[in-house]
């Protein structure tokens, strides 16, 4: 039997995120677009990570089958596809923004160093959220849940 593979093994919201962009090639995907204007498969796999062929193709395939990437052809070259974020993909660069926070915080050697000015922008900017973060955290400290109502 064929695996439907646009069924969610669940809708809890990590989940639904993980199946959506949330493996490391994905994100990758998603960094070189928004952070380094990447928009060509030549463009992606020549990142520094190493994209094996087979794996960028299927990611890109997939994130635009999940309307997070559009495909256009080439103005200037037709054999080339340009990729491009949706207004889905759009909303997902407050994410990256906390993962560069994150890696600054925990990653001695972070290249986020190199933008320091968009690194100290986005702690500014986020400090509504990191207050939100803050209480949170303060009570899954204390063993709370923050989400009771989702306990399976």
Known sequence: MKKDKNKLRSHCPVNYGLEAF?????????????FRGKRTYGEFL???????TNILA?????LVEQGILQREGD????RKSVYTLTEKGFDLIPLLFEMILWSAKYDNQSEAKRIAPLVELIRKDNRRIRKISQTAKEQVKQ???LAREYSS
Not at 75 to 78: I, L, N, S, V, W
């Open 75 to 78: 103005k200037t070259d037709g």
């Open 46 to 52: 020549s990142s520094e990570e190493g994209f094996a």
């Open 143 to 145: 063993g709370i849940a």
């Open 58 to 62: 299927s990611r890109l395939d997939h």
């Open 22 to 34: 949330g493996d490391r090639w994905a994100l990758l995907i998603l960094r070189d677009i928004i």
